[in-house]
């Protein structure tokens, strides 16, 4: 079992910057690649940002490509989502996710394990 917990959420106007966390417990954090998903009210949850075991090798979607950076610190076994130049469409709930396979996903069933979820709102 992984434990996953995400913080750092909040209201940001459009254009600003977050930084989320999310902290694991639990399993060995450096056999999982992690993931951060996304989710509207009303929408399917998305894919958002990728970081392998390693931290060497990141997948971003192109929605958030350039503005988005996903980090890990595998002896603090914390995973990290820098977002600038926020947009409304952005608002959402974020979610971390732990994936015990080597092979890059964005499909959420993939993944192992998840966090409870932080709210993400910007206003224009």
């Known amino acids: 079992q992984v434990q996953l917990v995400e913080s750092g959420g909040g209201l940001v106007q459009a254009g600003g910057s977050l930084r989320l966390s999310c902290a694991a417990s639990?399993?060995?954090?450096?056999?999982?690649?992690m993931g951060w998903f996304r989710q509207a009210p009303g929408k399917e949850r998305e894919f958002v940002a990728r970081?392998?075991?390693?931290?060497?090798?990141?997948h971003y979607a192109d929605s958030v490509k350039g503005r988005f950076t996903i980090s890990r610190d595998n002896p603090k076994n914390m995973v990290y989502l820098q977002m600038h130049s926020l947009k409304p469409e952005d608002t959402a709930v974020y979610y971390c996710?732990?994936?015990?396979?080597?092979?890059?996903?964005?499909?959420?069933?993939?993944?192992?394990?998840w966090g409870q979820g932080t709210q993400v709102t910007v206003s224009s």
């Open positions: 639990g399993r060995t954090f450096s056999n999982y690649a």
């Open positions: 970081i392998s075991r390693s931290g060497g090798r990141t």
């Open positions: 996710a732990a994936d015990l396979d080597v092979v890059v996903t964005t499909t959420p069933s993939r993944y192992d394990y």
